[in-house]
């Protein structure tokens, strides 16, 4: 009987050992499964790693972009401004010339159609221009006497 309880006791081993060779099988090949997804997993990562580092060279270069168009524009503005103080300086002048054409104006008004030595009485020679020739005409009566008529 011992022969058999042997028996039965190394049967019961052989079975016992048969399923744990069959569970290590599964799990190797569970194991080799895994290996497999995490090969899978690594090289998605990697991937990803080289997806971001070129979205972030294109938000660097973007940013760079942005730096460069905000300059321009400061600039630009900068600009406008002295285009625009240039302008109002521009209308100012033009203003004051208005003003000294009209007095000129007046003063040309004045002087035509008057007879010479009227209205225009810097015109000595009467020939229509003040010049010269009046200076002269002035020069050779300073500090004379002139009667006054009643």
């Known amino acids: 009987m011992e022969l058999s309880s042997a028996n039965n006791t190394l049967n019961a081993c052989e079975v016992n050992l048969a399923q744990t060779m069959a569970a290590l099988t599964q799990s190797g090949a569970a194991l080799s499964e895994c290996g497999t997804s995490l090969?899978?997993?690594?090289?998605?990562?990697?991937?990803?790693?080289?997806?971001?580092?070129?979205?972030?060279?294109?938000?660097?270069?973007?940013?760079?972009?942005?730096?460069?168009?905000?300059?321009?524009?400061?600039?630009?503005?900068?600009?406008?401004?002295?285009?625009?103080?240039?302008?109002?300086?521009?209308?100012?002048?033009?203003?004051?010339?208005?003003?000294?054409?009209?007095?000129?104006?007046?003063?040309?008004?004045?002087?035509?159609?008057?007879?010479?030595?009227l209205s225009c009485q810097a015109d000595l020679s009467g020939d229509g221009v003040v010049n010269f020739k009046d200076l002269g005409l002035f020069k050779s009566v300073f500090f004379t006497q002139c009667e006054v008529s009643p």
């Open 39 to 117: 090969q899978q997993a690594s090289e998605d990562r990697d991937a990803c790693n080289a997806s971001l580092a070129q979205k972030s060279e294109q938000l660097a270069t973007s940013e760079s972009q942005r730096a460069a168009v905000e300059a321009t524009v400061a600039a630009l503005t900068a600009e406008l401004a002295e285009a625009n103080a240039a302008k109002d300086a521009a209308q100012e002048a033009l203003a004051q010339l208005t003003q000294d054409f009209a007095t000129l104006q007046a003063r040309l008004d004045a002087c035509q159609g008057s007879p010479p030595n």
